[in-house]
């Protein structure tokens, strides 16, 4: 079953056309990285799909709900509840955190099952807790985030993109704000929500571990999709953009 269906999405800046006719699905339970030079769009693409920006035309379907579809040239976005519910179902996490910085980290986690889905307090922080302990972060729990390492900054935004256990994870460069010795522990998160069969997808410069975790990569080159495909596929192919692009990184 197809959890996020995009069909012919097209964003533009003014006469920039940053994202040129866009199309993939994601199944439930699947793990797809995204990859790219920088300015390539895959922020855009992300940042679209949580509403962040608004797209030009195309259709966006997350969990079966039509987000935008486009009638007659014009985006036409769902109802209020609709992209409410969609919020509900996906969650973000950004390459620098975006933590409140004047909630401590359980209120971080605790916020949007307590203020947007309307949960129990108490059962807010009951779960709140169960997500920090099993990122490693219990004796964080009333820290503030200034007082964090960058990786636990990280691994307290993934705490909260699960709160509210969404169907679909959207990391956008996840470990590009981190020292390298950081990197590995918010990796290991991560792979470990892979373990659980998290659908997922992961804009990332780290090669090596988009290979090992992703069932899909998805190669994006100024606006547009030149691969998708098993990585073992992508990372062997032939074509040339995609060999300019990794040959950076060897
Ligand atoms: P990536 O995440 O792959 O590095 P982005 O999605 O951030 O790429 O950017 C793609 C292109 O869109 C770039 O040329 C960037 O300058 C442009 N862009 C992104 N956001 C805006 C904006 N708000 N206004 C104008 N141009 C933008
Ligand atoms: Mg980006």
Redesign the pocket.
Known sequence: MSILSVTNLQKK??D?T?LKDISFQISDGEIVSII??????????L?CMNQLETVTSGTIEINGKTLVKTENGTPVYSGKDVQKEILMETGFVFQNFNLFPHYSVLRNVMEAPVCVAGVAKEEARKKAMELLKKLGLEEKADAYPCELSGGQSQRVSIARALALEPKILFF?EPTSALDPELTGEVLKVIKSLADLHMTMVI?THEMAFAKEISDRVIF?DK?VIVEDDTPDVVFQSANERTREFLGKYH
């Open positions: 800046f003014g920039l940053v790219g030079s920088s300015g390539s769009g895959k922020s855009t693409l940042r956008d804009v994006m606006g």
